[in-house]
């Protein structure tokens, strides 16, 4: 599996704009379907926002539709969550997720679906 770092969390007041990153170990990243998740404490880590490995078949969580972007750069082994009018309620650890295999058929949107996680960043976005 390949190994995941993301980067780009902190603390921003509610109307700004973040963006995550998260790096792949290996160039394997390029054939991956790629994920965001995201938990607060005492909850289950819940479905973001997701990708092929061309940057297509894009799915987004309802909370997050029309806010957050994801997109890739195959060449630079790096999936990104851009973060637009963040409210109080996207406060939560990110995580970039992956998997090896996709069928263009299905949205993959359950913890179980992905077998690489980063380690997570914190957003906190106060009110």
């Known amino acids: 599996q390949v190994q995941l770092v993301e980067s780009g969390g902190g603390l921003v007041q509610a109307g700004a704009s973040l963006r995550l990153s998260c790096v792949a170990s290996?160039?394997?990243?390029?054939?991956?379907?790629m994920g965001w998740f995201r938990q607060t404490p005492g909850k289950e880590r819940v479905f973001v926002a997701a990708?092929?490995?061309?940057?297509?078949?894009?799915n987004y969580a309802d909370s997050v539709k029309g806010r957050f972007t994801i997109s890739r750069d195959n060449s630079k082994n790096t999936v990104y969550l851009q973060m637009n009018s963040l409210k109080s309620e996207d406060t939560a650890v990110y995580y970039c997720?992956?998997?090896?295999?996709?069928?263009?058929?299905?949205?993959?949107?359950?913890?179980?679906?992905?077998?690489?996680w980063g380690q997570g960043t914190q957003v906190i976005v106060s009110s």
């Open positions: 997720a992956g998997r090896r295999t996709y069928d263009r058929a299905n949205h993959y949107t359950a913890v179980g679906d992905f077998g690489s």
């Open positions: 290996d160039s394997v990243f390029s054939k991956y379907y």
């Open positions: 990708t092929a490995w061309n940057g297509g078949n894009i």
